[in-house]
């Protein structure tokens, strides 16, 4: 086993993607092409948020107006559909149609259970890009068996991207 970061191959990405923050998946596309990993497209539907969402109290905020209002859940899951879309059509339009080496997947789910699943099919060492990261950021090292589910939800928040490395 490498060192040095720098000695690792990367065999594959996986880039989370959540409602609200997409990030930029055109340069985390170049990024799978420039390093030949396989890239995995993570859009995760926050199953907490959906929760959330379906609350009698739970209600949004207008813009500009300041309204309030109650939150349509069946909207709600239909922007989240258009935005997956979208994603997926972005990293299409760098990669080429799938299955060329990438996929990309809607996960109804908590973002770290989605990871975690993901993580579980193989291909270490593999580099996570949480929602919103830049996938050129500095990034942290960890090692399999450091990742908990405390420690992954971390890093989900983070925007930094993280390269775990086999056990």
């Known amino acids: 086993m490498a060192k040095d970061e720098k000695e690792v191959r990367i065999g594959r990405i996986i880039a989370c993607f959540a409602p609200g ?11 799978a092409q ?3 990993a396989e890239l995995l497209g993570l859009f995760i539907e926050d199953v907490e948020l959906l ?7 739970a209600a ?19 922007q989240m559909r258009v935005q997956a879309r979208a994603l997926e059509d972005a990293l299409a339009a760098v990669l080429g149609p799938a299955p060329a080496g990438w996929s990309f997947r809607v996960e109804r789910t ?7 699943a993901a993580l579980a099919e193989g291909m270490a060492p593999a580099l996570l890009i949480p929602p919103g990261a830049d996938p050129r950021a500095e990034r942290r090292v960890l090692r399999r068996p450091e990742l908990s589910d405390a420690t992954l ?14 056990e």
């Open 51 to 57: 929760r959330f969402a379906a609350l009698p109290f």
């Open 21 to 31: 923050s997409a990030g930029a998946p055109e340069a985390v596309a170049r990024l």
């Open 60 to 78: 949004e905020v207008g813009f500009p107006s300041a309204s309030r209002r109650a939150i349509d859940v069946g909207a709600l899951e239909r």
């Open 34 to 36: 420039e390093l030949q």
């Open 110 to 116: 908590t973002p770290a259970s989605a990871v975690e």
């Open 153 to 166: 939800r971390a890093l989900l928040r983070a925007v930094r991207p993280v390269l775990i490395l086999p």
